[in-house]
């Protein structure tokens, strides 16, 4: 951790730093179990809450610890709120403190944090309440230390970051407030992703299903894939749905028909490369088994087509820019509604790429299928060459700080940073697990996960690494480069 010819960087300061870190472990603790201990997930308005009580109620207690640390706070009508420190203008840190639903096959409860080893588990302790504690700190640290900046501090905290709606906490953030000069926001990975694929969401919706298929669901969220699914047939016996499937799928007696349920393995929609969709082991399985023909099998057989990969290879629409990942394909939620199966789409393009083909190549592979595309949403790519002085600035600093020599990265992830101007993602994820191996089982301790965990060491480590890049930054000249 040497480094030299910047200000305030001295070995000298690099001590403090430290000491200063350990003497706050217990209250990074605390303050972070405070927010994970609220259940935040985004959901309908209720009253004067647009997401709903949960994310108002993790604002409050964020926006209270801010206070207590005598910090100015500002809440924007429970969309967001910021905490404040120093001069105008500010770098920006941006951090969210909803959460995805907790699914299943935790190991901890997930609405705790539990400290094992050195590592803490619980929703949101890496995406990304983690995060806006660790950025809380960060600002605690210049305020203790009264290091002057003339780039005062603002960290924004989001509640709306998760539903998949398009970040209308902060669509309502800039038209109450204005955005920071320049900001960071850590919820993707280091040493800075300097681009964000394109992502269209929408929703695919079948011909009316014929009374075979009584009812077909998997998934919970649109930005993961599924983990299970099932679905209930009419008109079988339990002796004739066994012998059809063997052991491709779980069969039992259900009310209104025999029930089939497969498993999968859950992973975030920006790289879901390794999962397993749920969904589609169902549909392939009952495809398979013979069960289903006629309508019914042609509406199971475009789930099975359209997540033959993560790709959209079947759909045509596969593609590889070599700047970003490939296009990712992910229908991350399945449901009957209106007697039609619905299924979410959630799609990432390269940054080079434009969207009105690939919605027409959807278009068109659906339609042979019976299914028509709604509700299209689409979400713009975001990048910054590798060698714009701020991004520079911010991928040295992570090298110097933690002796790596990792590159910036354009990532399928869509993060805050394209919901307002001037902004890239930077952390907390280190590159290939330098920082916090993962001992967990396939399918666990990610974010999105069961058994979310970060380590302590690791949002330590963030807290020096983000308190010298405000430094570094701060002899910059941001408004001439941004
Ligand atoms: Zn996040």
Redesign the pocket.
């Known amino acids: 951790m040497k480094m030299k010819g910047h200000v305030g960087m001295t070995e000298e300061f690099l001590r403090e730093l430290d000491q200063w870190i350990e003497s706050n472990q217990e209250n990074i603790l605390n303050d972070l179990t405070q927010l994970v201990r609220i259940k935040s997930v985004s959901g309908e308005a209720e009253g004067d809450k647009p997401f709903g009580e949960g994310p108002a109620k993790a604002l409050d207690a964020a926006l209270a610890m801010g206070q207590k640390m005598g910090f100015e706070t500002e809440n924007y009508d429970y969309y967001a709120g910021s905490i404040r420190y120093g001069n105008k203008p500010e770098i920006g840190m941006l951090a969210?403190l909803d959460v995805v639903p907790e699914g299943s096959n935790w190991n901890t409860n997930p609405y705790d944090v539990t400290l094992q080893n050195g590592t803490l588990f619980g929703r949101g302790v890496s995406?990304?309440k983690g995060p806006g504690i660790m950025a809380l700190y960060v600002m605690k640290f210049f305020k203790d230390k009264k290091i002057p900046l003339k780039y005062g501090l603002r960290l924004i905290l989001g509640c709306d970051?998760?539903s998949g709606k398009g970040f209308r906490d902060m669509e309502h953030f800039l038209k109450v407030s204005e955005a920071p000069l320049f900001s960071l926001v850590p919820?993707a990975s280091f040493p800075c992703c300097n681009g964000e694929k394109g992502i269209l969401t929408g929703s695919f919706v079948s011909e009316p299903l014929e009374s075979t298929l009584v009812s077909f669901k998997g998934g919970q969220v649109h930005n993961m894939v599924p983990d299970a699914a099932e679905a209930v047939l009419a008109g079988i016996t339990l002796e004739q749905a066994q012998n059809a499937v063997g052991d491709m799928l779980k069969v039992e007696e259900a009310e209104n028909g025999i029930r089939f349920t497969a498993k999968g393995t859950a992973c975030h929609a920006a790289d879901p490369f390794n999962a397993v969709s749920a969904v589609e082991r169902l549909a392939s399985g009952l495809l398979k088994s013979g069960l289903v023909s006629g309508k019914t099998a042609r509406i199971l057989q475009f789930i099975a087509d359209i997540q033959s990969d993560f790709q959209g290879t079947k759909a045509g629409v596969a593609a590889d820019d070599k700047i970003s990942t490939p296009l990712t394909l992910v229908v991350g939620v399945a449901k009957t509604v209106e007697g039609r199966l619905n299924l979410s789409l959630n799609l990432r393009y390269p940054t080079t790429a434009t969207s009105q083909p690939i919605i027409e190549k959807l278009e068109a592979f659906a339609k042979d299928y019976g299914y028509s595309l709604t509700d299209i949403n689409d979400s713009k790519p975001l990048y910054y060459a590798p060698d714009h002085p701020a991004i520079v600035t911010l991928v040295n600093t992570f090298n110097q700080v933690t002796g790596l020599n990792a590159k910036p990265k354009v990532i399928g992830g869509g993060?805050y940073a394209r919901a307002i101007p001037r902004a890239v993602s930077f952390g907390v994820e280190f590159p290939e697990d330098s920082n916090t191996p993962s001992p967990y089982p396939e399918g666990h301790g990610g974010?999105h996960q069961p058994d979310e965990a970060w380590s302590m060491k690791a949002l330590n480590d963030c807290l020096r690494i983000y308190v010298q890049t405000i430094l570094r930054l701060n002899e910059l000249d941001l408004e001439m480069i941004l």
Do not use: M
């Open positions: 969210h995406d990304d970051e998760e919820d993060t974010a």
